[in-house]
């Protein structure tokens, strides 16, 4: 709604209530203001109010905080609920695999899963690693809780951490982030509840606390502070074209003097794909390096460079000469709709010509909304563009060194060819297709060499705008 607001393709927005338009003051206000500037008005129908009267920020101010604390005292009461039945014990999972949770909150072990629960502690505690215990789980025909014959990681992780399977139950472990917010957090700050022999166990309690330090120990392996997670910079950064997937962090040596940073493509069965060759941390950090440098030496006109490539894209596409031919279209046909209204023909041949005629319009506007939408997210960089340059005038080669904000992805044609992303356009990152991308005419471009150890690459890079 508020792209097309942007292209002018709505004049009045009608809402049954401002609850129904915003629980959030900040955001409803800050939305509310950008429709006015744009033109749109807005008419609440319970309060009769419309954003074209003069005193209305008040009374919407009024409004939108009645709006948000009601749905705060909503979200108080479910949440004082689910207190009340988890101070007294009472269950809040509806569902867990290996069990079957009835409408009463009864744990019934699902022997159909229960064997991987238990086949999975086993293979822990004879130290097999996690990929390990997931190729012996499909091997043994298990299926996970949606039917797939793979197991994730991050799943089997929570399995092996699950107290419930030792028949307790911890309640409260995460919280929702705030009213009106469904993604939910690690419970930090509200008390939780512990509740032990609450149902029949599926793993012995000796087993657990077994695994439990095991994984712990692993984790100091694995890290000097084993609490803190380390930063993978650019895993699902680098995107590579011969997998059609995007590069994950491998560390070799880790804690080590010879710890080395790399990116590697995995297959969905977690085997590397040979084909798309490891790239190297310190060679995407010496490439952002390179890009960022050839961008400032050129900033006297890069900023004409992108509005050239920007026209060549427009024209490629042809989208400005296709609106004119609608447009022209359009111009015709309401000719022809005002000829055949003024007409003397027959009155059932005039209706049937003028549906006719309203059919076809409405489809060319249809075209032609879709084009100007196209037109507004992929080729529009008015936006962007000066944030970029004032980044790049902003940025001291001498002391920054973080210079993976100005790209948002990097496209991997090889290990050796390198393309850096640029994003100005105003489409989401997640619609962008990289593939399809990847052809883009360079803004920029050079190579560099590249050594590690007994490796000697001379990496060719570009950069393109998406």
């Not at 050239?308 to 490629?316: A, M, Q």
């Not at 055949?340 to 027959?346: A, C, G, L, P, V």
Request: hydrophobic letters at 35%.
């Amino acid at each position: 709604m508020i792209e097309l607001a942007r292209l002018k393709q709505i004049d009045i927005i009608l809402t049954k209530s401002v609850s129904r338009f915003t629980r959030n003051t900040v955001d409803g206000l800050k939305t509310m203001q950008e429709l006015r500037e744009l033109g749109v008005e807005i008419i609440f129908e319970k309060e009769n109010l419309s954003t074209n009267d003069s005193a209305v920020d008040f009374f919407l101010t009024v409004y939108t905080s009645v709006a948000e604390e009601e749905a705060r005292i909503n979200s108080s009461n479910v949440l004082w609920t689910y207190k009340k039945k988890m101070s007294e014990g009472g269950n809040t999972t509806s569902r867990l695999y290996g069990y079957i949770i009835d409408k009463e909150g009864n744990y019934i072990i699902n022997e159909k899963q229960a064997g991987a629960v238990r086949l999975a502690y086993k293979l822990y505690k004879e130290n097999k690693t996690l990929n390990q215990i997931i190729d012996a789980i499909e091997e043994a025909g298990y299926k996970t809780y949606h039917g797939k014959d793979r197991f994730t990681v991050g799943a089997l992780n929570r399995l092996l951490r699950n107290e419930k399977y030792i028949g307790d139950m911890l309640l409260q472990k995460t919280t929702n982030k705030g009213v009106g917010v469904k993604a939910s957090i690690k419970n930090r700050t509200k008390p939780s509840y512990y509740v032990t022999n609450n149902h029949e166990a599926i793993i012995d309690r000796d087993t657990f606390e077994t695994v439990q330090i095991m994984i712990k120990e692993r984790a100091k392996v694995y890290s000097k502070d084993y609490n803190t997670r380390k930063p993978t910079l650019y895993s699902n950064y680098v995107y590579s074209l011969i997998a059609n997937k995007f590069y994950r962090t491998k560390v070799n040596h880790r804690n080590t003097s010879y710890e080395v940073k790399l990116l590697e493509v995995l297959d969905e069965n977690k085997k590397r794909i040979l084909d798309a060759k490891n790239i190297y941390y310190s060679q995407i950090d010496i490439l952002l390096k390179e890009g960022t440098k050839a961008l400032i030496n050129n900033l006297e006109n890069i900023k004409n460079i992108i509005n050239n490539d920007l026209k060549n894209k427009l024209s490629n596409e042809k989208i400005i000469d296709k609106l004119d031919t609608i447009k022209t279209n359009i111009i015709k046909i309401k000719s022809e709709i005002k000829l055949t209204k003024n007409s003397d023909i027959d009155p059932e041949l005039k209706k049937t010509i003028l549906t006719k005629h309203i059919i076809n319009l409405s489809e060319l506007k249809e075209e032609q909304l879709k084009l100007k939408h196209q037109r507004l997210m992929a080729y529009d960089y008015s936006n962007n563009l000066p944030l970029l340059i004032k980044r790049l005038k902003s940025i001291d080669l001498e002391a920054d060194n973080n210079y993976k904000e100005l790209f948002s992805y990097v496209i991997a044609k090889s290990r050796e060819e390198l393309i850096l992303c640029i994003h100005l356009s105003n489409r989401n990152l997640s619609d962008i297709d990289l593939t399809k991308e990847s052809t883009n005419e360079s803004v920029s471009h050079g190579s560099f060499p590249f050594k590690q150890s007994r490796l000697l690459l001379d990496t060719v890079w570009s950069i393109i705008v998406i």
